[in-house]
């Protein structure tokens, strides 16, 4: 059952200069790449290997496991967004079966599970609570190999860990500014003033996959 | 694709925290897809988000949750990975169209120039500038935030020249003339929060009908 939530579109108004503008700068020795004592093969399992075997295998029990862990999150990051239990309950599952439906378009040299199901699940919140679609942009070419390089997925995936370590150690005020902002609760100056999110090398990896692609197609 | 004029990354920010209005996001989307550069950023401030889901709260799903989700399952066709479509305009412009350059409506609104309204939320409008090769659009200024994405030409204005794939963003204190090169025809896409003032340009009532 869907109810009636105002919309929480913020008015945007991008600063044309940056300098001098406000910005809350936050310090995370990102870059610095500490050695990672919680590997993908350590206490987590090996999302990505569930979901391997999902697109290749329709696998349920890895379904499953994904459901089990990820489902109570989307749950909760959608109630925090604004929606009442039952809407998020039903949107929760509405996210994992996106999963199973689109399995064969994640890419691991890209994003994490858990980013790859935050896109789907941000996506299917602006679809309930504003009843818009979500333009996306155009899908890149897939290169003729079916499976990118293994090196390139644990870079990422390792990267995707840090991230979240990075998340939990900063000031509790400034994760809470950021958790707003995906929570779709700040207007756009407030977002405006969010430089230096602890983004580490992921940007640059990324960078290096879309080459990759569309080297592929050439 | 050599673009010189990128989004800037709040922009971006906002885009991938989903916290613009759909005509943004169009705009968003359609430079992005063009621009590997600001593509990286959005993907990158994406792994935030996923990083906020493998922090957040958790909220226990209902016991039957799993066993519901595993029987919807059966009822679903897997999609195959998306290919890339060809034309001028970008697929998500194309989404909006109904096709590329050709399935355009476009309606004249003088001098030449012509544009086609794209059917958003109306909290901020979009649509599709086709200036004539060589004409200026006239002297304008808008409330609020605007930007324009060239998607065939390009165009001038007091500071630079813009290109396939580069997104000009102005706020509401500039006031602008872009003129199209004279080469081609430039077909821009357009977003604005407020609707644009022509100086001079055509009568209020006008502006009304054609809805500039």
């Known amino acids: 059952m869907l109810t009636e939530i105002q919309s929480r579109e913020s008015s945007i108004r991008p600063t044309r200069n940056r300098v001098g503008s406000e910005s809350i700068v936050l310090n995370i020795a990102m870059d610095k790449q500490r050695p990672i004592q919680k590997t993908l093969s350590g206490s987590d399992p090996d999302w990505v290997a569930l979901m391997q075997r999902v697109r290749d295998h329709q696998d349920r029990a890895a379904f499953s496991d994904l459901f089990t862990h990820f489902a109570p999150r989307i749950k909760g990051f959608l109630i925090k967004s604004g929606a009442d239990a039952t809407m998020a309950e039903e949107c929760a599952q509405d996210v994992m079966t996106t999963l199973w439906r689109k399995a064969d378009q994640f890419d691991p040299t890209r994003a994490s599970v858990a980013t790859w199901i935050f896109t789907i699940a941000r996506n299917r919140r602006i679809d309930m609570l504003r009843r818009q679609n979500r333009p996306e942009p155009e899908e890149l070419p897939w290169g003729p190999e079916p499976e990118p390089d293994q090196a390139d997925v644990i870079a990422l995936q390792q990267d995707s860990v840090l991230l979240t370590e990075a998340l939990k150690t900063l000031p509790a005020q400034q994760r809470d500014l950021i958790e707003k902002a995906y929570f779709g609760d700040l207007t756009q100056s407030e977002i405006a003033s969010l430089t230096g999110l602890p983004l580490g090398t992921i940007k640059s990896r990324i960078r290096l996959a879309l080459d990759r692609l569309r080297h592929l197609m050439k | ?212």
């Open chain 2, 1 to 212: 694709m050599n673009i010189k004029h990128h989004l800037q990354d709040d922009t971006l920010l906002a885009y991938a925290a989903g916290n613009l209005p759909e005509a943004f996001n169009l705009i968003v989307a359609a430079h992005v897809s063009l621009c590997d550069e600001c593509r990286a950023v959005v993907e990158s401030y994406d792994s935030i988000g996923g990083a906020i889901i493998d922090n957040t709260e958790v909220a226990d799903v209902s016991a039957d949750s799993l066993a519901q989700t595993l029987a919807r399952l059966d009822t679903v066709t897997r999609e195959p990975r998306s290919t890339p479509r060809p034309g001028t305009l970008p697929a998500p412009v194309q989404n909006y169209i109904g096709g590329d350059l050709d399935a355009v409506r476009w309606r004249p609104v003088g001098m030449g120039v012509k544009q086609a309204i794209l059917s958003t939320s109306d909290t901020a409008s979009a649509r599709l500038l086709m200036i004539p090769a060589g004409v200026a659009i006239p002297d304008h200024s808008h409330e609020g935030t605007e930007m324009t994405l060239v998607l065939k030409g390009a165009f001038q204005d007091e500071d630079d020249r813009f290109a396939r794939g580069d997104i000009e963003v102005a706020d509401g204190s500039v006031s602008h003339t872009p003129v199209a090169d004279i080469g081609e025809d430039c077909i821009c896409l357009a977003v604005t929060e407020a609707p644009l003032k022509f100086k001079g340009f055509l009568p209020k009532v006008v502006q009304k009908l054609v809805r500039i």
